[in-house]
T-cell receptor, first 114, second 114 residues
């Protein structure tokens, strides 16, 4: 079985500052990993995905994430925060052992301040 | 229409009503999902359909009844709901068997049970 832990339910950064959202996973098989963003009153939008190719994955809106097997982590970063990045971010894992199920973390609410 | 669409976007219903949520995916995917998103709770997977066949039911109460007439359409029939069923209901789709398994979400239906 797989699981995801997102450290920090709320993160606040200044506009222009580095964004770092943490995600650690547990999986008995090499995983597929995903980051999603959710704006108020909307569904989840895929930001990026790791599928065992390059360990540094680039996504939309300037976000990227690095898969670190030794640390079982898949942290999301963006060099410079913009006001429009304020949203909730979800990390998700899917094991490659069969089955469609994505296991989601509890989410991190990102606030961007002037 | 593109992506995953859901109707209605908002629904208010009494506990004795019967209503249905509709989801349609325009991505040519072969798997569809229903999720429940409640405030301050992790995203809950409710049902999974692969090639129109239900392959997962996560102990969902029988007052929620899914229907998948074809690979593009998914319904969630609701009857005699409880106030605690008030939530955002999200539909998603993915391409299994040859895809990279990311799920694409619709905008959700905000359900309020009075």
């Amino acid at each position: 079985a797989q699981s995801v832990t997102q450290l920090g339910s709320h993160v606040s950064v200044s506009e222009g500052a580095l964004v770092l959202l943490r995600c650690n996973y547990s999986s008995s098989v090499p995983p597929y990993l995903f980051w999603y963003v959710q704006y108020p009153n909307q569904g989840l939008q895929l930001l990026l995905k790791y599928t065992s190719a390059a360990t540094l994955v680039k996504g939309i809106n300037g976000f990227e994430a690095e898969f670190k097997k030794s640390e079982t982590s898949f942290h999301l970063t963006k060099p410079s925060a913009h006001m429009s990045d304020a949203a909730e971010y979800f990390c998700a894992v899917r094991g490659t052992g069969g089955g469609n199920k994505l296991t989601f973390g509890t989410g991190t609410q990102l606030k961007v301040e002037l | 229409e593109t992506g995953v669409t859901q109707t209605p976007r908002h629904l208010v219903m009494g506990m004795t009503n019967k209503k249905s949520l509709k989801c349609e995916q325009h991505l040519g995917h072969n798997a569809m999902y229903w999720y429940k998103q409640s405030a301050k709770k992790p995203l809950e997977l409710m049902f999974v359909y692969n090639f129109k066949e239900q392959t997962e039911n996560n102990s969902v109460p029988s007052r929620f009844s899914p229907e998948c007439p074809n690979s593009s359409h998914l319904f969630l029939h609701l009857h005699t709901l409880q106030p605690e069923d008030s939530a955002l209901y999200l539909c998603a789709s993915s391409q299994e068997q040859g895809g990279t398994y990311e799920q694409y979400f619709g905008p959700g239906t905000r359900l309020t049970v009075t």
